[in-house]
């Protein structure tokens, strides 16, 4: 949208900082080992008015990988990432990805029928860092 009337006299010109100097100043966001939740940060979910829970059915985990789920559930809840419930209103199924170092990420579709479709979203998204960072 224009807004009539407004000239622009000086623009002053901003450095924008190279990726490697980003990585070093927030190393946390980049480090793609890390398990670790951001600390000091909630996240709020906006419902669409008309939102209904959703108990999605538990994808089939392979035989051979279910102690391998059960090991990483434990320790989230040993480390305090999640919780151990009896009742939810809201089930999302999860499933296993194997990750480049041999070890198993836990990856939990939100896409499927559940929690994504109900969510209020923010039209205006965060560019990504191509758009922000000139090349």
């Known amino acids: 949208m ?5 000239v622009i ?19 946390k966001v980049f480090d793609s080992e890390s398990e670790s939740p951001i600390v ?5 979910l906006v419902l669409k008015p008309n939102a209904i ?9 392979p035989f051979g990988l279910v102690d391998t789920a059960n ?14 419930t009896r009742h939810a ?3 999302s ?7 480049k170092n041999g ?14 479709p109900q969510l209020r979203i923010d039209h205006y998204p965060i560019p990504c860092l191509e758009e922000i960072v000139p090349n």
């Open 40 to 44: 000091g940060f909630k996240a709020r």
């Open 53 to 61: 829970p959703v108990k999605h059915r538990a994808y089939k985990v």
């Open 9 to 27: 006299s000086h623009v002053s010109p901003v450095e924008v900082p190279s990726v490697s100097e980003l990585q070093s100043m927030f190393p």
């Open 71 to 84: 090991k990483l559930l434990d320790s989230w809840v040993s480390r305090g990432v999640a919780t151990r």
């Open 89 to 91: 209103e809201w089930v």
């Open 93 to 99: 199924p999860g499933f296993l990805v194997l990750k």
């Open 103 to 116: 070890e198993y990420r836990m990856v939990v579709d939100l896409k499927k029928k559940t929690l994504n």
């Open 2 to 6: 224009l807004i009539p009337n407004i």
